[in-house]
């Protein structure tokens, strides 16, 4: 068996080894990391309430209202005049701008946090208000849960404005991770399907596994999309409640839809690591949700998955399954286990398990600024815990304000190649800046010699429904005119016209290293995993004889077999067998 400070796993685990302390120290989830490795400004701001489970009848206040973030406080509603009623309805629109299309009222609450309450007559009251103002602006309000306060009853509402064309749409990313058997592609299944839950022979599953020999095997070995859709009051609009015999397709929950949430269902085998890397990596995904299975507990590739996403900086939430099979008494070990893991020096994050509406209401608020991790306890076959884990994913907001990019020059990621009967080359990527138009032309690049190429977008999909075009922080699916499928790779890009950006073939970085066996030093040739690139590079120098595990280090690189588009500022991960590393691109060194 593995000791805790060998490998990636060994950066969470707490250890007295000099090395492994060293590692859990360093890593890049603490405020006072050396290397700086802050994320961009484009973090959703929220207001931070006061994360305190209610383990007793004494009323827990909020933190004062922020005049900022998509939350707001109101102490009552009752009957306001008409200009009070139009003040009213200029702060809600204010407050959807700053949640991107939602925002979270809080209804007998003081602007100092203090939980007064009401009385129910005037909560109703309240929040029949709060429905007035919202049908002003196109929005619709659900109610998420009631409670007690010091003097009355005390509510949280959600609004949530009703798209107006698919660019409005809430669009939320969450990367499936976890270890083999942890079942995910169930979870996946459960969650986007019609409404059915697993029969506990992995008929769930059947629903997103792609291949056959997955079907046969149970096990995934490509990265998987499916998707739930919420409505504007919050329902699932992806069951099917009206008796139709036909499943609703993808375009048909989308239409239906204001928000919606897509999986990335990533293999769990340590065969396929490279795989779940680039999906961590090349989806951009705003959360990670790792499932644990409750009898088999915490396992390597979990660790390896946590960590990585720890290195990356993705907010996590933790999803404890197969409740109906496992025994108590190890469903506590396994829970246990995990907020040991996750209060460990490498991870430094406050692990809360969810109970009750109150704690997820929470949670979804505070999950952004990437310190708390929800757990949720699950079953696929008996349904105990997904109504808390469904109402989690409507409340929780999107990690990334991509308004800010959607003015940028258009830049558009490619992941997946596809040549489809009938229409021809066919790219799929996430759109990183900018926006990408049908009859728009883009440069697509670089090729093995580090040129652009101009190239005619012909369609524009999104969620596999047409589109006149696809916005900042929208996956979509591209048609180009006249390109053929082996003149694409991964990790090729589509750059607006004017651009002038080009290849790169070296660029230096600060990496820290989180294992690697012996030493390294320079002609060393990890793999380097950066957003949607994916090829070995070869350490040029380095900024001291050699580096071992624990170790940070100015790094050179230089790409082995072609130019690729690398950007100052991105965030990598290399590996090379058991050997891994993250780093931060800080220069460029030759642009071609």
């Avoid at 404005?161 to 669009?171: A, F, K, Q, T």
């Avoid at 099979?325 to 490498?346: A, M, Q, Y």
């Avoid at 900042?472 to 990790?491: M, T």
């Avoid at 066996?517 to 040739?525: A, D, L, P, S, V």
Wanted: charged fraction near 25%; proline fraction near 4%; charge should be positive.
């Amino acid at each position: 068996m593995r000791t805790p400070g060998n490998g990636i796993a060994g950066a969470v685990e707490a250890s007295v080894d000099v090395a492994a302390l060293r590692v859990s120290e360093g890593d890049f989830a603490v405020k006072e990391n050396v290397v700086e490795m802050e994320e961009s400004s484009t973090t959703t701001t929220t207001t931070t309430t006061k994360v305190v489970l209610p383990t007793t009848s004494v009323v827990e206040d909020l933190m004062p209202e922020d005049d900022e973030g998509a939350v707001e406080y109101k102490w009552s509603l009752v009957n306001p005049n008409s200009e009070r009623l139009v003040q009213l309805v200029t702060q809600m629109q204010f407050r959807l701008t700053e949640g991107h299309g939602e925002c979270v009222y809080e209804l007998g609450v003081e602007d100092s946090g203090r939980r007064t309450g009401l009385a129910p007559e005037q909560l109703a009251a309240s929040v029949a208000t709060l429905r007035r103002m919202a049908a002003e602006i196109g929005a619709e309000v659900s109610v998420v849960h009631e409670s007690a306060g010091h003097n009355g009853r005390v509510a949280q509402a959600l609004v949530r404005r009703v798209p107006g064309s698919l660019e409005e749409y809430l669009d939320l990313r969450v990367a499936v991770a976890g270890n083999v058997d942890a079942g995910k592609s169930t979870l996946v299944g459960v969650l986007t399907g019609h409404g059915e839950l697993d029969n506990g022979r992995g008929r769930a599953r059947q629903l997103v596994l792609s291949h056959r020999h997955e079907l046969e095997s149970g096990r995934t070995s490509a990265v998987s999309q499916q998707i739930m859709g919420f409505s504007a009051g919050g329902a699932v609009v992806n069951y099917n409640t009206s008796g139709a015999l036909r499943a609703l397709s993808w375009a048909d929950v989308v239409e239906r839809a204001a928000k919606v949430v897509t999986f990335y269902d990533l293999a769990g085998h340590e065969k396929y690591l490279k795989t779940t890397l680039f999906g961590l990596t090349a989806h951009v995904p705003d959360y990670c949700m790792l499932l644990v299975s409750a009898n088999n507990g915490v396992l390597r590739m979990t660790k390896e998955h946590l960590c990585i996403a720890l290195a990356l900086r993705v907010p996590l939430m933790v999803v404890v399954t197969k409740l109906d099979i496992c025994p108590d008494n190890v469903r506590e070990e396994t829970l246990e286990h995990i907020r040991r893991l996750l209060k460990s020096p490498g991870a430094r994050k406050l692990p809360v398990v969810i109970r009750d509406e109150e704690s997820l209401s929470m949670c979804a608020q505070n999950i952004v600024n990437d310190r708390v991790v929800p757990i949720f306890c699950v079953s696929n076959v008996t349904g105990e815990g997904l109504p808390l884990l469904r109402a989690f994913l409507n409340l929780v907001p999107p990690r990334k304000n991509w308004a800010a990019f959607k003015t940028q020059p258009t830049e558009f990621t490619i992941d997946e190649i596809f040549s489809v009967p009938g229409v021809g080359t066919v790219v799929a990527g996430t759109t990183a800046s900018g926006s990408v138009a049908a009859g728009q032309w883009l440069m697509l690049g670089p090729d093995s010699a580090g040129r652009f190429t101009r190239v005619q977008v012909k369609s524009v999909h999104y969620k596999r429904t047409p589109v006149k075009r696809v916005v900042a922080g929208q996956a979509g699916s591209l048609a180009l005119k006249k390109v053929k499928r082996g003149a694409l790779r991964k990790g090729m890009v589509l750059l607006d016209a004017t651009s002038t950006h080009g290849s790169v073939r070296e660029f230096k970085a600060e990496v820290l290293i989180l294992y690697h066996g012996t030493t390294i030093r320079e002609n060393y040739q990890p793999v380097i995993h950066c957003e949607t690139v994916r090829q070995a590079a070869k350490v040029v120098s380095i900024d001291r004889e050699v580096v071992r595990t624990g170790d940070r280090a100015h790094i050179t690189f230089r790409f082995m077999y072609q130019p690729e588009y690398v950007k100052e500022g991105s965030r990598f991960i290399f590996r090379e067998g058991r050997t891994k590393g993250i780093g931060k691109i800080i220069s460029v060194m030759s642009r071609t």
